[in-house]
């Protein structure tokens, strides 16, 4: 760091602690780190930066200032202009942070995972989805978090693609997903698994498993 950015971070620091400094302080030592510093936690001073300082925040290191201030503070989204080239660890991070920012992002290129947290924040995106882009364990993911899948998205799921431990994973929190179930994936140790955490499952066992239930030693059985 220069003499001036020392200072800029210095100033920062201090105001996050105490912004009743603000009369003191020299805002013309303020770079885009110093900014980025005091407005995660002290926003009104954005009033005191005219923003051209966002212009350091376009590069792939450089758009991570703008992801974790927008996730401390949301407010200011419109100031960003960098939102088509947000990765989707950057996403990932932002959409857990700001569910509502959601409706700024578009669903074309997203990954399956990324795609679900914009479904589950703004299920009015749902014309937008493209599913082609999901794996079994995207949806998996997508259809243990999302509070209500609609039905249109089950009718488009390739439940014949997922494997016992998929549905294992499934099962064991959404029992409505077992009218899907393809059973005849099962492993003997997928049915263990099921079967220690839900024997209310028993009865499914019995008709598609082909194997007898005392040699599954479920009691005694424990998790990985």
């Not at 003191?24 to 510093?37: I, K, L, P, R, V």
């Not at 947000?86 to 669903?107: C, G, I, N, W």
């Not at 390739?158 to 994973?169: A, Q, S």
């Not at 049915?191 to 009691?219: C, I, M, Q, T």
Request: glycine content about 4%; some cysteine.
């Amino acid at each position: 760091m220069n003499d001036t950015t020392d200072k800029g971070m210095e100033w920062a620091t201090r105001l996050c602690e105490n912004p009743g400094l603000a009369a003191e302080c020299d805002w013309t030592a303020f770079d885009g780190n110093a900014w980025h510093c005091l407005l995660c936690k002290q926003p009104q001073f954005s009033s005191m930066c005219d923003w051209s300082f966002a212009r350091e925040w376009r590069d792939e290191i450089g758009r991570w200032y703008w992801v974790t201030l927008l996730g401390e503070q949301p407010q200011f989204a419109d100031r960003c202009d960098c939102w088509a080239d947000f990765d989707e660890t950057d996403l990932v991070y932002l959409l857990r942070k700001q569910p509502s920012l959601a409706s700024r992002l578009t669903m074309e290129k997203q990954s399956g995972e990324v795609q679900g947290m914009i479904l589950n924040a703004d299920p009015e995106a749902l014309s937008r989805c493209r599913v082609d882009n999901f794996s079994s364990k995207d949806w998996r993911r997508f259809l243990l978090e999302l509070d209500a899948v609609p039905g249109e998205l089950l009718d488009k799921c390739p439940w014949e693609k997922f494997t016992g431990n998929d549905w294992v994973g499934l099962l064991c929190s959404k029992a409505d997903f077992a009218k899907y179930c393809h059973w005849d994936t099962f492993e003997t140790d997928n049915w263990r698994e099921l079967l220690h955490s839900r024997p209310e499952y028993r009865s499914e066992f019995n008709a598609h498993s082909g194997l007898k239930y005392e040699d599954l030693d479920v009691e005694n059985w424990e998790p990985f």
